[in-house]
C-alpha cells in the first residue's frame, strides 16, 4: 500500500509541475526570434542601400510599397538614431520637392526620431500595411501636370490591440516622368481587393 502512495504522490507532483510549466509558457511575452530579427536586418540593410537614383520605382504603387516599407521599418525596436536618419533620408528621395519645401531635411529627421519615440513610448509599431491594386489607381491631369493616388492601410499594433489606419497618397510626375509623393491624408475606408 504504501508504494501506491508513493506513485500517487509523485505522478501528482509531476502533474502539477508540468501544468505550471505549461502555464508559464503560455502566459510569458515572447520575444522576436532570431530569425524575425534576422529578416527585420535584412530588409533594412535592402531599404538603406537601395540606390533610389539609378533604381527608382517606376509605377505609383511601386513607390507607395516602397515608402510603406520604410514607415514599417522606422518602428523596428533594434533600430539606432543613425538607422532611421538613413531610411528618412531614403523616404525623403520619394517626395515632391513642394512636400520637402515644407521641412529642411534637419526638421523632418528631428520629427521622424520624435514620433518614432512616442510610437515606442506608447507600445505601438506598424505590424504591416495592405495597398490598394494597380486598377484603383486614379489618375488626372492638370496645369500640364499628372497626378495619382492610391489607398494603403497601415495595421498598427496598439499592445494588444490592432487598429486599421487608411491613408490615401497623391504623386506627382517630375520631370524626369518619376512619380513622387505629393502628400497623404488619412480617410475613413478603403476599399482593399
Do not use: H
Not at 530579427?37 to 510599397?65: C, F, G, Q, W
Not at 486598377?135 to 496598439?158: D, Q
Request: hydrophobic share 35%.
Amino acid at each position: 500500500m504504501k508504494k501506491y502512495w508513493k506513485t500517487i504522490i509523485v505522478i501528482t507532483i509531476l502533474a502539477a509541475l508540468g501544468i505550471g510549466y505549461y502555464y508559464y509558457l503560455a502566459n510569458r511575452t515572447i520575444p522576436k526570434d532570431a530569425t524575425q530579427m534576422a529578416v527585420n536586418n535584412e530588409e533594412l540593410a535592402a531599404l538603406t542601400a537601395k540606390d533610389l537614383e539609378k533604381n527608382y520605382p517606376e509605377s505609383v504603387r511601386d513607390v507607395i510599397k516602397l515608402y510603406a516599407r520604410i514607415t514599417k521599418a522606422y518602428y523596428e525596436n533594434n533600430l539606432s538614431e543613425e538607422d532611421i536618419e538613413k531610411l528618412g533620408r531614403q523616404a525623403r528621395i520619394l517626395f515632391d520637392d513642394e512636400l520637402k519645401s515644407t521641412q529642411t531635411d534637419k526638421e523632418f529627421l528631428d520629427a521622424l526620431k520624435e514620433d518614432v519615440t512616442n510610437y515606442k513610448k506608447n507600445k505601438m509599431y506598424i505590424s504591416n500595411y495592405a495597398i490598394q491594386i494597380s486598377t484603383k489607381t486614379k489618375y488626372t491631369s492638370l496645369n500640364n501636370s499628372e497626378y495619382a493616388s492610391l489607398c494603403l492601410v497601415y495595421y498598427i499594433r496598439v499592445g494588444d490591440e490592432l487598429k486599421n489606419s487608411y491613408t490615401k497618397f497623391t504623386l506627382r510626375k517630375d520631370s524626369a516622368g518619376r512619380w513622387k509623393i505629393l502628400y497623404w491624408e488619412l480617410v475613413d475606408q478603403v476599399e482593399l481587393e
